[in-house]
């Protein structure tokens, strides 16, 4: 009886072994695909912006890494859609992070409360 038991518990350590195996595999597959999106994404800014730009972005990055996102995907958008010609300026990103932090900025609100 003994032995029926050793073999379900090695063919569930088996089964558990063998999906946790899979899912590690996936998530290095999904690292590596955003490690690769990541470079391609950066080595297109590369041509795109100048190196004030560039360097403009690094900084707000630092700050507000989303503002810097939605900045980067709105000057990819507009070079590849034709309405923006590389190489983009720091005066266009500082326009573009004006227009976007206007849109996505939130009033403080403060809230008093008495006893």
Sequence with gaps: MSDYYDEDLEA????KLEELQRRLQMEEEMRRRRQEEAARREALLR???TPEARERLANVKLVRP???RAVEDNI????QAG???PPVGEDVVKRLLEAI???TRREPRIKIKRK
Excluded: D, F, S
């Design 12 to 15: 569930i350590k088996r089964k």
């Design 47 to 49: 041509n795109i912006l």
């Design 66 to 68: 989303e503002l810097a």
């Design 76 to 79: 990819i958008a507009l070079v």
């Design 83 to 85: 309405q923006l010609q």
């Design 101 to 103: 932090y206007e849109r």
